[in-house]
């Protein structure tokens, strides 16, 4: 009977730990990722290791960890994080990088795009390659527009996006500028950022869907 109760417990334990489990990934090496666990201090661990019950790491690399929730994979990028309900929680947790820098791995249109969180960029702002990618037709149902960038004025077209998702946050009908040179990278403006409430706590950046 006490074997029998202290497994209930054990079993109940493991199924709170992989309901609640919020995993982000801090640091990526050869079969190792650094992970920050509900908001904990960072820690290493190795390919192969449970990270808490029912959570195990499967693989790591530069294009990020791998994990074992429950049964199911999921990847995980840099500077991104992965928790229960995250498809539909209408929230993001987004993690500084090395040089400060908010980096968001999101869905355009259903397509991967690295975004830069930059509040100073009215409207989420794609480079040619970028929108060419993920089959962002801008030339053809896009606007001709001219932007000022550091190297003067630059010919690029606005466009509206369909979809755009980041973490447990899924937008639609976004407005987008697609810019033909002189932008390295996407920038997440606040066309996207307007929608939701921002929250900065040090090298953490919380978004929370408003509409």
Same mark, same amino acid.
């Given at each position: 009977?006490?074997?029998? %109760?202290? %497994? +209930?417990? +054990?079993? /109940?334990? /493991? +199924? %709170? +730990?992989?309901?609640?489990?919020?995993?982000?990934v801090v640091g990526l090496f050869p079969g190792k990722a650094v992970l920050v666990v509900n908001g904990g201090n960072p820690r290493g661990y190795a390919v192969g290791a449970t990270v808490i019950p029912g959570v195990k790491l499967i693989s790591a690399d530069e294009g990020g960890a791998v994990l074992e929730v429950e049964g199911r994979k999921r990847k995980i990028a840099m500077g991104q994080h992965a928790g229960s309900g995250d498809s539909d929680s209408g929230s993001a947790t987004l993690y500084a990088d090395g040089r400060g820098h908010f980096i968001a791995n999101g869905q355009v249109n259903g397509g991967s795009v690295r975004m830069l969180v930059d509040t100073g960029a009215t409207m989420i702002t794609l480079p040619a390659y970028d929108a060419a990618r993920i089959g962002v037709d801008y030339r053809k149902k896009g606007r001709p527009v001219q932007v000022r960038t550091a190297n003067g004025i630059a010919p690029a077209y606005m466009v509206k996006l369909d979809t755009v998702k980041v973490g447990g946050i899924t937008l639609h009908q976004i407005d987008a500028i697609v810019q033909e040179r002189g932008l390295s990278q996407a920038l997440l403006g606040m066309s996207f950022l307007n929608r939701t409430e921002m929250r900065r706590d040090g090298d953490t950046m919380t978004l929370k869907k408003r509409f």
């Open positions: 009977m006490l074997c029998r %109760l202290l %497994l +209930a417990i +054990a079993l /109940s334990l /493991s +199924a %709170l +730990a992989a309901q609640a489990v919020e995993i982000a």
